[in-house]
Each structure stands twice: as structure tokens, then as C-alpha cells.
């Protein structure tokens, strides 16, 4: 059984730093894309980055914020740098079982099959 667990959430002053991290088990995934969304209250869940081959990024985040992975340890990292309130939000971990899908895929939600519970991330003002 597939599992992603998130953690290294947590309450930090506009300007902080937080560093996220997911951890697979059931299966590796050093081939397969995993990415990074977000959800803030009342609003869509949302792509913040996601790594393969290459690496990608919401506009909103770019700069400030790097995804990285260790696939000696089925973990992917998301380093938050210069946060601000509007980071605020429940980010999630997701896994993609396809080897095959497209680029464009890579923002999409839905082309991810595995996803992790949520860690929250709350930047106060």
C-alpha cells in the first residue's frame, strides 16, 4: 500500500523559512514526477512545484521556494524562503504513478494518483 506522509508544517513569521518534507512508502518513485499543491480555506487546491526530470513552479512561488529530492530515501522536499501571509494554506504531497505523462501534466491535480493527509502552513503578519 502506497502512503505519502508530509510533515515539517508549522506557524512562522512573514519572512521565515519552512522546510517540507514527504515521505514514500510502499513503492519507490525516483522515475515518477511528485509535486507540491496547496489548498487555503474557501479555495481551489493549487500547484506550488513539482520535480522529474526537471523542476517546476507556480509563478507565485518561483524564487522563493525549491523543490529537491533524496531517492535514496523516497523523500521529496519542498524549502519555503521569504514566506508570506498568502502562503498560508494545507500543502499536500502527490505522487504520480505514470511514467508517461505529459509536461502539462505536471500542474494538474489530476494527474497524480497517490496523495499524502496535509500538512498545514500558517504565516502570520
Known amino acids: 500500500q502506497v502512503q505519502l506522509v508530509e510533515s515539517g508544517g508549522g506557524l512562522v513569521q512573514a519572512g521565515g523559512s519552512l522546510r517540507l518534507s514527504c515521505v514514500a512508502s510502499g513503492r519507490t518513485f525516483s522515475r515518477n514526477a511528485m509535486g507540491w499543491f496547496r489548498q487555503a480555506p474557501g479555495k481551489e487546491r493549487e500547484f506550488v512545484a513539482a520535480i522529474s526530470r526537471s523542476t517546476y513552479y507556480a509563478d507565485s512561488v518561483k524564487g522563493r521556494f525549491t523543490i529537491s529530492r533524496d531517492n535514496a530515501k523516497n523523500t521529496v522536499y519542498l524549502q519555503m524562503d521569504s514566506l508570506t501571509p498568502d502562503d498560508t494554506a494545507v500543502y499536500y504531497c502527490?505522487?504520480?504513478?505514470?511514467?508517461?505523462?505529459?509536461?502539462?501534466?505536471?500542474?494538474?491535480?489530476?494527474?497524480?494518483?497517490?496523495w499524502g493527509q496535509g500538512t498545514q502552513v500558517t504565516v502570520s503578519s
Open positions: 502527490a505522487a504520480d504513478k505514470s511514467l508517461n505523462t505529459a509536461v502539462t501534466g505536471r500542474f494538474d491535480p489530476k494527474s497524480y494518483d497517490y
